[in-house]
């Protein structure tokens, strides 16, 4: 059974959406941390994705192969299963990637079906948001960078009350944080 997890990064005050590295944004891009990050990505089975990140990774990832420090994040991401989650999408996708059908807690149940290892949701919006209402996430997975920027979307605004279950922290000399937690039912 896979384990369904939301993998972001976000600032202090919660900052999520369209991170740009250093020095024009807030997304700190250290050796240590990044290495942690593609181990993490090179262990994962597949990727989640609603259907803006999905439009937005899909029209960059492939154009990374060749990249100074990028290539081995772009052959996981270009070679990995994508789902992708959207109600106005139709199939067939590119990028390696299968349109969800039907309702959103038969199609995650499914996936977590055909996939022993890890499903990385990655983006805080919208399908995040609904897998942890819905209750159908395992884990969280926040990178914290450490910077707070005043604009932009705050990760998880609009969801109920959900217990997290405490799993691990790492530091980075940077001052990156990553922390891990398993989520509980939302209240």
Excluded at 49 to 65: D, F, H, I, S
Excluded at 144 to 165: H, K, M, N, Q, S
Aim: hydrophobic fraction near 45%; charge should be negative.
């Amino acid at each position: 059974m896979g384990t369904l997890i939301i993998n972001n990064a976000t600032t202090i005050d919660g900052a999520f959406q369209a991170p740009q590295p250093e020095p024009n944004g807030w997304l700190r891009l250290d050796p240590d941390s990044q290495q942690a990050s593609l181990e993490k990505w090179q262990a994962a089975d597949a990727m989640v994705l609603g259907r803006k990140t999905y439009e937005g990774l899909a029209a960059v990832w492939p154009q990374m192969v060749d990249l100074p420090g990028l290539e081995a994040y772009a052959r996981q991401m270009n070679s990995m299963p994508k789902y992708v989650a959207s109600r106005t999408l139709t199939a067939p996708l590119d990028w390696n990637a299968t349109l969800l059908e039907g309702e959103l807690a038969d199609s995650i149940a499914g996936i977590k079906a055909r996939h022993e290892g890890n499903l990385i949701v990655t983006g805080g919006g919208e399908l995040a948001a609904a897998l942890i209402a819905q209750g159908l996430a395992d884990e969280l997975w926040i990178t914290v960078c450490p910077y707070i920027w005043p604009t932009g979307p705050r990760i998880f605004d609009a969801l109920p009350a959900v217990p997290l279950e405490h799993i691990a922290t790492t530091t980075f000399a940077s001052g990156v944080v990553r922390l891990t937690y398993r989520l509980g039912p939302p209240d």
